[in-house]
């Protein structure tokens, strides 16, 4: 008998063919609309194989429904929607898709760097709105990128995928990780730094890390009150690593001077939300990794991870 598998979100690529020549597969058909809750309950229950989106919260509520899971491939890196020991602990393997997506999320990280420093947005806007009656001397400036000093937090593919393009713009480097890594200070020039020192130290801060329990608001009210009043956050990670209540009343009382956010703490953010308001704020929807040629690629390593794990083979990223 062929293994059932269900996939959340009406996907294409080479890897998403061969699963349903192989399995017996059903698909959310929609591109643009997440499967409900009770729907995706009621799918997983006879399923081997579940092929996910960040979107889906795979909990023990959801877990203890699929009696025949054995994989959750996520087509992510970031795996924060899955209860990873409720799965470890019903022997459910659960995959993810690193590497295929490192540099088109740090083109887009460096690229919401640069849109926030010489507001980019603000500026469009300020033409379209007709705005624009003559050119004078420090309208619409913003904070030079090149020379200046960036803070990574979290120092994993992307974020040196990031400092490769920051060294194009002879930007000094600070990085705070986990672990230390001397291998790529050596390679790459840059300094570790302890989180206050490379908040009160940096121009640009990047967050990078894994959103986790221990990265929760791990950027709130005393960090930024640490950051210089010039300073731009750039956040391309997950939302809940800022706390965006002390993000607004930094931004709004300019104790930073401004933020570039791919993620938010809810997602879709609501449109009404105070961040959106301000004009020191770049926003995008979670587009990082947004590229076609990733999104395939991502589509497809998902697909290679799910058949791998079901027809026992080890898969190529395996989270547990
Ligand atoms: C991820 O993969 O975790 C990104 O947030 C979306 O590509």
Redesign the pocket.
């Known amino acids: 008998m062929k293994p059932k598998v269900y996939i959340t979100r009406r996907l294409n690529g080479r890897l998403v063919k061969k699963i349903e020549e192989i399995c017996d597969v059903k698909m959310w058909e929609e591109e643009d609309v997440e499967v409900p809750r009770d729907i995706l309950m009621k799918e997983v229950q006879e399923v081997d194989g579940l092929l996910c989106m960040?979107t889906e919260k795979i909990d023990e509520e959801l877990l203890s429904g699929a009696r025949n899971l054995k994989v959750v491939s996520n087509m992510?890196?970031?795996y924060n929607n899955i209860d990873i020991t409720a799965a470890k602990n019903r022997g459910v393997t659960v995959t993810n898709?690193p590497g295929v997506?490192t540099e088109t999320?740090a083109d887009l990280t460096f690229t919401l760097l640069m849109a926030t420093a010489r507001r980019i947005v603000e500026s469009s806007d300020y033409l379209r709105e007709g705005k624009w009656e003559t050119w004078s001397p420090m309208q619409l400036t913003g904070q030079d990128v090149h020379r200046a000093t960036l803070g990574i937090i979290g120092m994993g593919r992307i974020g040196e995928a990031v400092i490769k393009r920051a060294k194009g713009f002879d930007m000094n480097i600070l990085y705070h990780n986990r672990n230390r890594k001397h291998g790529i200070e050596e390679e790459l020039g840059v300094v570790y730094a302890g989180l206050e020192e490379l908040l009160r130290d940096s121009d640009f801060v990047c967050v990078l890390t894994p959103y986790t329990s221990e990265t929760h608001h791990l950027i709130s009210e005393r960090e930024f009150s640490l950051m210089k009043e010039t300073a731009v956050l750039i956040n391309t990670a997950r939302g809940g690593i800022v706390d965006e209540e002390a993000l607004y009343h930094a931004l709004k009382h300019r104790k930073i001077w401004a933020a570039g956010l791919d993620v938010f703490e809810q997602e879709p953010v609501p449109v009404d939300h105070p961040l959106l308001a301000l004009p020191n704020v770049v926003t995008l929807p979670?587009i990082?990794?947004a590229s076609i040629q990733t999104r395939l690629k991502?589509a497809d390593l998902a697909a290679e991870n799910l058949l791998r794990a079901l027809t026992k083979q080890t898969p190529k990223h395996v989270v547990v």
């Open positions: 960040l992510a890196v970031g898709t997506l999320t979670h990082g990794s991502m």
